[in-house]
Structures are given as structure tokens and as C-alpha cells.
């Protein structure tokens, strides 16, 4: 049982982690993080890169759309617009990784400005359509800037490379995709202990009180657009590393939904949330494949059966959590916490 | 106290406002003296708070200026005059609910504070400084002094009313008010709220100096702690004054109780009928 956390000073108490017990869980997570490369086998790593991408992405549109309140279907464009971005210069120019990296966020964000600007006009449903009406648009030029995009057939993307390195593998992948990802987390966990991320929430909470205590709403509307869609080009350049080509197939609005959906699942303005939910939404399917791979013995043609089933029941899971857990994941988590802090008392 | 700003000093000039062809204020003038406290009070309708929304930059008035130490601030969009330290509670309380106290009552600082979005997203040098500052800062001069110090870390929809409006006037509190705008601040509240709120109000007025002006219904609070009163009805300033002599203005009497005359009011509504 955990009575209090005594605090000596306000920095203290200002801190992220304020508890033993929360470090001592970092250090668990970061020991398995750094020992999983080696027990994994190809295709587990794979999986892991992917949910470091998708933690990425899903962490920046929480920002957005979990904590400023204004809904976007639009991430799954804003990452092809960081894809694209890195595709074109590594093809064109041969800048170095992180410097593309950067351009694939900068440009992402400068789109995702142009998108935000009916924001200060429409809110909720309306300015989810709006987003995936920009979305169709960019689609649209990816489609058909044949000179930039290289049209239907796509683009392919040269193997990152770092101090000379050719990141070609997962393992190797690996070890740059989670660090950058974990950074990003960072970033979006320091953001809501500032002035910034305050105003996102009180335009999420009261848009019309939060401008009279002095935060201008366009402002910090088109800034919420920028940060996310900022995450989201780094999330895409990443991804463009990682599978090597970017077409226009990549990134479709599919794409803007699981993103959307792992927040919503993960729980809305909670950083803990948009993790959880990324890696839930990416992991789910697989395990759900092994479930079918396990009975297969015990059912004929069990893959050809099965595998729509995995589809419903992966449908059926986001809905059901949708309905009795409506805050998220995240909520579970912490209420296995408080579970604790009482033990052995009920609460 | 060290965030203590020099008060204040408002005007409302010949202020009119009307939505379509409804008139909510016509042509109305008032001043709020340096470090005193003003009340704006009237019958429902009046357009008293319409008269806080122009102040505060909710609604453009069409005619007239409303000046801060005498620079027209009309055309000043709300947060730049949230900076200038126009600072407002809410009638119907607007904390933000995702947020805990402290939170909400830090936010009331956003227009005076540098931190940028590089500096947030890294939490490095400047940004925890201003943070670490800001919250010692809210710890002693408003939350030690509005006496909510159990309940600072908790998300204000778990609050009683009464504490989410001390809450609110914290909040206002951290905007570092030259002028302190307060919009029906004991509505609701049972007496003992009532009196709390306004030894608050009073409090703030002696330890901090700011200029308050506040709507209020409850005529008890307002004639114990206002220097001056100003009544509204039917959009226009019918009485202004010391709060006693307010109070037997046969204007204001009939404007809250109705004419006693009954040929009078006869006379009126005959009027109305003809000129209908």
C-alpha cells in the first residue's frame, strides 16, 4: 500500500516519474527493450519495428486528435507525405538519414498546417471529413506527379544508412526505429507538463473560455496540426526505411482508421494510451493468427476457415472495448495501479 | 505578494450592442475606479453579462469604447487582452475538466509565460525554470490564500460547486489581474459558500489591489462589499452610485419589484397596446 509520494521540492513534484516503483518499471522496460533484439526471432523483430513506427504515428495523433479534441482521419496522408519526402531524397539528393527524417516531419507538418485551417472553423464530424477530403487530394498528387512520386508505380527507397552503416536487416533497423520512437514519446510526455500542452487541453475541454484566458485558438489549433502531423512524417520517413518502397497503395485511408482506432482503443490524452493502443492494434491479428494455427490440427482447412474469423474477432475486440472500456487501455492500467497503491485494503 | 500588478482602471463609453435587430445594450457608460470594487447589478435579461462578454472580447459591440487607463481596448482580440490583464470567472463555471486544479489554475498564466514549443517538447533549461517558478509562485500567493491546498491534485469535476468556483477565481487569480472581471461569483452557494467567497473577494481587493467588477444577484453580498454600484435594465444604466443610495433610487425598485402604481402600469401596457 502506498500512502503518499513526500515530495521535498516543486521540481520534484513536477517530475514525470515520481514513484520507485514507476522507475523500477522503466528499468524493466528498457532492459527488455534492449534484450529483445537477441531473443526474437526475423519475423517477432519485424513486429517490433512496426509497433515502434506505429507508436510514433499513433502518439503524434494523440496529440491532435486525444488531447486539442479535434478529429483527424488524415495521418495515414500525413505519413505518406513524410515516406515520400524521404524516397525523394535519398533518390535525388542523398542527404543523410537524419536530416531526411527531419525533412519528412518539417514537410508533414507544413501540409498538416494547410489541413488545419478549417479547423478553427469546424469541429468533431466535420472536421473528420474535412480531413479525409484533403486526404483523397493528396492521394490524388501522389497518384499523379508523376515527376515527384513516380506516379502509380511508387518510389523505391535506398537502405538508411548511420556512420556508414547500411541498416538492412530488422536487428539493425531495430536499434535506431525504438530510440526514435521512445524520443518522440518523450517529446509528446514533456509537451503536456508545459504551457503548450495545457492550452491543447483547455481548447479540447472549453475552446471559447480557453481564448478568453488568453490562448489565441488558431494558433494553437494549426501548432496541434503541425506536432502531429510533424510525428507523422517522421513515423512515414521511418516507415519508408523500413519497407523500402512508397506507393500510393501505402498509405491509404485504412491507415488513417487504424491510427485513429489505436488512440480511441489506447485511450484518448493519455500518452501510456496511444503506446498501448498502437502496439495492441499491431500485435492482436498475429496473436490471433496463432490462436487459429493452434487448432488447425483439430479443424480441416482451419487457414482458409479461420482467417476471415481472425478479421471478425480482431472487428469484435474494438468494439467491445469501445463499449465497456471507453477510456482505453490505459484506464485498465491504471486501475490495476490503484488496485495496488490500496492493497491490501479494498477501496 | 509578488505578482501584484498596478491596478487598473476601466471605462465603458457609450457602449451598444444588439444581435439582428435586438438591442441587449444601448448606449451605456460606467467607470470603474483604480482598486475598488464595482458591482453591475440588474434584473434577469438586463444585459449584464452580454456588458462582460463585450468586455472580455466574446462579443464585438457595435458602438462605443471600453478603455483600460484610458487606451481603447475594443478591438482587441480576448487573449490580447487576457495579457493586458483582463482576467474573468464564468457564470456557469468553465474549468477545463480534463485538467487537475493546479493545471487549471497554471493555465490562467499561458499569456504571461515564454516557454516555446522546442524548449516544451525537450522540458530542458528555460521550460522546467518557468514551470518550477510558476508553481511555487501558485502555491504561495493563490492556493495558501484561496485555502486549497487539499485539493490540488485533484480533476476539478470531482469538486463540490462551491470549490469549483474558488477554483475558477484561482485561476483568474494566476492571470495576473489588473482587472478582475467576476461573473455571478456566489450564484448558487449556500450562505456559508456565500460568506466564504466574499472575504475571498475582499481579501483580494486588500492584499492584492486589483480592480474588480462583478455581476451579482444576491443584493446582500453586493451592498456589503461594493463601493459603487451600477444598475442595468432593459439594456441601459438606470441608477449608479454608493450601494445605500442605490438602494432607494425609486428607478431600481421598480425595476425589481415593478411599479406599485396600478394605473400606471395600466397607462403602460395601454401605450404598448396602441403602439402595436
Redesign the interface.
Known amino acids: 500500500m502506498r500512502i503518499a509520494t513526500a515530495n521535498e521540492?516543486?521540481?520534484a513534484?513536477?517530475a514525470l516519474l515520481q514513484t520507485n516503483v514507476q522507475w523500477a518499471w522503466i528499468g524493466v522496460l528498457v532492459v527488455a527493450m534492449v534484450a529483445a533484439p537477441f531473443m526474437l526471432n526475423n519475423y517477432w523483430l519485424y513486429l517490433a519495428c512496426l509497433v515502434a513506427i506505429n507508436v510514433a504515428s499513433a502518439t503524434g495523433l494523440n496529440i491532435l486528435t486525444g488531447y486539442t479534441g479535434l478529429v483527424s482521419l488524415g495521418q495515414g496522408a500525413f505519413m505518406a507525405v513524410g515516406a515520400y519526402t524521404v524516397a525523394w531524397l535519398e533518390t535525388h539528393i542523398g542527404t543523410p538519414f537524419i536530416l531526411n527524417l527531419v525533412a519528412a516531419g518539417g514537410t508533414a507538418a507544413l501540409v498538416g498546417i494547410l489541413v488545419g485551417l478549417p479547423s478553427l472553423r469546424v469541429k468533431g464530424l466535420y472536421l473528420a471529413i474535412a480531413t479525409i477530403g484533403a486526404s483523397i487530394i493528396l492521394q490524388f498528387i501522389f497518384l499523379n506527379w508523376d515527376g515527384v512520386t513516380g506516379g502509380s508505380r511508387g518510389m523505391n527507397v535506398a537502405p538508411a544508412s548511420i556512420f556508414g552503416v547500411q541498416l538492412t536487416t530488422y536487428f539493425q533497423l531495430y536499434w535506431v526505429l525504438t530510440p526514435i520512437a521512445a524520443l518522440m514519446v518523450l517529446?509528446?510526455a514533456?509537451?503536456f507538463?508545459?504551457?503548450?500542452?495545457?492550452?491543447f487541453?483547455?481548447i479540447?475541454?472549453?475552446d471559447?473560455?480557453?481564448?478568453?484566458?488568453?490562448?489565441?485558438l488558431l494558433r494553437y489549433k494549426l501548432?496541434s496540426f503541425a506536432?502531429s502531423s510533424f510525428y507523422a512524417g517522421i513515423a512515414g520517413g521511418l516507415w519508408a526505411y523500413f519497407f523500402r518502397s512508397v506507393g500510393p497503395e501505402s498509405f491509404t485511408i485504412g491507415e488513417s482508421i487504424f491510427y485513429l482506432a489505436a488512440v480511441i482503443v489506447g485511450g484518448m490524452?493519455s500518452i501510456l494510451g496511444a503506446i498501448i493502443g498502437a502496439t495492441f492494434m499491431t500485435l492482436v491479428p498475429e496473436v490471433l493468427r496463432f490462436g487459429v494455427e493452434a487448432i488447425s490440427p483439430y479443424v480441416d482447412n482451419a487457414g482458409t476457415l479461420l482467417s476471415p474469423v481472425r478479421t471478425v474477432v480482431f472487428g469484435a475486440l474494438i468494439i467491445l472495448f469501445l463499449v465497456f472500456e471507453p477510456q482505453g487501455l490505459a484506464e485498465i492500467v491504471q486501475r490495476i495501479r490503484r488496485f495496488f497503491h490500496l492493497w491490501p485494503f479494498r477501496n | 505578494m509578488t505578482n501584484m500588478e498596478k491596478p487598473a482602471r476601466l471605462d465603458v463609453e457609450g457602449l451598444s450592442l444588439s444581435f439582428g435587430g435586438l438591442k441587449a445594450i444601448s448606449d451605456v457608460s460606467f467607470s470603474v475606479e483604480p482598486g475598488s470594487i464595482t458591482a453591475l447589478i440588474g434584473p434577469n435579461g438586463a444585459g449584464k453579462t452580454s456588458m462582460f462578454n463585450c468586455i472580455s472580447g466574446f462579443y464585438k459591440p457595435q458602438q462605443g469604447a471600453i478603455r483600460c487607463d484610458g487606451k481603447d481596448v475594443s478591438r482587441l482580440h480576448p487573449p490580447q487582452r487576457a495579457k493586458m490583464g483582463f482576467a474573468r470567472t464564468f457564470q456557469n463555471i468553465a474549468l477545463f475538466r480534463g485538467m487537475t486544479v493546479l493545471d487549471n489554475i497554471k493555465l490562467g498564466r499561458h499569456a504571461h509565460m515564454k516557454t516555446n514549443l522546442l524548449q516544451a517538447l525537450t522540458y530542458f533549461g528555460p521550460a522546467a525554470r518557468e514551470e518550477v517558478e510558476l508553481r511555487a509562485e501558485v502555491e504561495r500567493d493563490i492556493i495558501d490564500f484561496l485555502e486549497i491546498n487539499h485539493i490540488r491534485h485533484m480533476p476539478v469535476g470531482a469538486l463540490s460547486y462551491g470549490l469549483q468556483k474558488r477554483v475558477e477565481l484561482a485561476r483568474a487569480l494566476a492571470m495576473k489581474p489588473r482587472i478582475l472581471l467576476l461573473d455571478e461569483p456566489v450564484a448558487g452557494m449556500n450562505r456559508e459558500e456565500t460568506e466564504d467567497m466574499a472575504r475571498f473577494i475582499l481579501d483580494v481587493k486588500e492584499e492584492w489591489g486589483t480592480t474588480i467588477l462583478m455581476v451579482e444577484h444576491d443584493m446582500g453580498m453586493v451592498m456589503d462589499i461594493s463601493d459603487h454600484v451600477v444598475v442595468l435594465n432593459f439594456g441601459q444604466v438606470i441608477a449608479s452610485g454608493l450601494p445605500h443610495e442605490v438602494q432607494q433610487d425609486p428607478q431600481v425598485v421598480a425595476a425589481y419589484l415593478g411599479s406599485g402604481d396600478p394605473a400606471a402600469l395600466m397607462k403602460r401596457l395601454a401605450g404598448e397596446a396602441g403602439m402595436a
Open positions: 521540492t516543486y521540481r513534484d513536477e517529446g509528446a514533456n509537451l507538463r508545459t504551457r503548450v500542452g495545457r492550452a487541453i483547455a479540447r475541454d472549453r471559447i473560455s480557453a481564448e478568453v484566458l488568453g490562448i489565441p501548432l506536432i490524452g
